[in-house]
C-alpha cells in the first residue's frame, strides 16, 4: 500500500469513526453484502483483503462491545450481523482464532441489542469451528446455547441436531449421531417455518446430503457415505460447498476405492489453485499426503496426489491439521 492510500484509508476510518449512528447503518449493511457476494463467488481467502479493509473503515468492530451499550438498536444489528460475516470468513480462511474472537464480538453485540437470530448463527458457525479444531465438546457446547425458552424454527432446529450429529461422531457415539444426523434430515423435510430467520436460506437439501454423508464418513460407513456426499458435489452451490467434494476424496481413499478416487483427482487439481476455502485446501491436502505414505494405494494414484499436492496453493499439505480425528488413517 502506498503512502497516498494509506493515509486515504486512514481518513475514511477516521471518518467512519466520527459518523453518527445512522450513517453507520448503511455502511455496515453494504459490507455485509460485498462479503457474503465475495464468499459465495470466490471463496473466503478472496474475501480477507476486504475483510481487512472493512476493519479499518469501520473501527467500531474492532473496540470493546461493551463501550456501544446504550447505541442505536439497529446500529448494533447491523454490527452484529457484520461481525458474524467476518467470523465465517475467517474460519473459512483458515485464521481459526481471529475467527474465535470475531465470534465472541458477533455474540457480544447481539446480546446487547437483543438479536437473537444473529447470535445463533454465530453459536452455530461457532460450533462448526470447534469440531474442525477438534474440540467436540466445546462444539456440543455452543450448539446447546442455541436453544431458547421457545422451541427453535424448523431450520434453526435441523442446523443445530447437524451440528451435534459432527461433534457425537468425533467423540464415537455412532448410533447417536446417526440418530442426529437422522431428525436434522426429517426436520428439514418439514420445511421452513415462519419463524426461521432470513439467514436459514442456504439450508437446503443439498446441505443436509453433505453434511449426512460426511457424518456417515467420520463414522467409516463408507458405504452409506459416498453416495450422498458425491450427490452433494455434483449439485451447484455455494463456493464453500468445495469442501463435500474433499470430504468425499477423503472417504473414497479410506474405503480403498482407488479408480473412484483417482478420477475424482483428475476433476480437482486442476482447478485446485483457485480453491477459496482453506478448510478444504487443508482436506485435500491431508488426503494426497496420507495416500503418498500408503504403500498399498496403485502407483497411478500415488502419481495423481503428488499431483493434487502440487496444484493446490502454497502451505497446503504436512501433517494432517484436522487432527485429531474419531477414526485412523
Known sequence: ???????????????????????????????????????????????????????????????????????????????????????????????YRRARRMNARALALAELCGDRATARLTLLNHSMLETHTGRPKAALEAAARVAGPRPLPALVGSLVLVRRAHATAMLGGSREAVALISRARSRFLDGASPNDPPWAWWIDRTELLGHEGWVLSRLRAWGRAVPLLYEATTAPGPSYRHLFTAELLSA????????????????????????????????????????LARPGAPSNLRDAAAFLLESLPAGTGGPDPLAPRNHPA
Open 252 to 291: 473414497l481413499v479410506r474405503a480403498r476405492a482407488w479408480a473412484e478416487a483417482e478420477e475424482l483427482i483428475a476433476q480437482v487439481a486442476p482447478r485446485a489453485a483457485g480453491i477459496g476455502s482453506v478448510r478444504t485446501t487443508e482436506t485435500l491436502g491431508a488426503t494426497a499426503v496420507r495416500l
Open 1 to 95: 500500500m502506498s503512502a497516498r492510500t494509506y493515509r486515504a484509508a486512514s481518513a475514511r476510518a477516521h471518518t467512519c469513526a466520527e459518523e453518527e449512528p445512522a450513517a453507520l447503518i448503511p455502511e455496515a449493511l453494504g459490507a455485509i453484502e460485498r462479503l457474503v457476494a465475495l464468499d459465495a463467488s470466490h471463496g473466503a481467502t478472496a474475501a480477507v483483503p476486504a475483510v481487512r479493509e472493512t476493519l479499518r473503515r469501520i473501527p467500531q468492530l474492532s473496540g470493546v462491545p461493551a463501550r456501544l451499550r446504550g447505541h442505536d438498536r439497529d446500529l448494533l444489528a447491523a454490527l452484529a450481523e457484520l461481525s458474524e460475516v467476518i467470523g465465517w470468513i475467517l474460519f473459512d480462511a483458515g485464521h
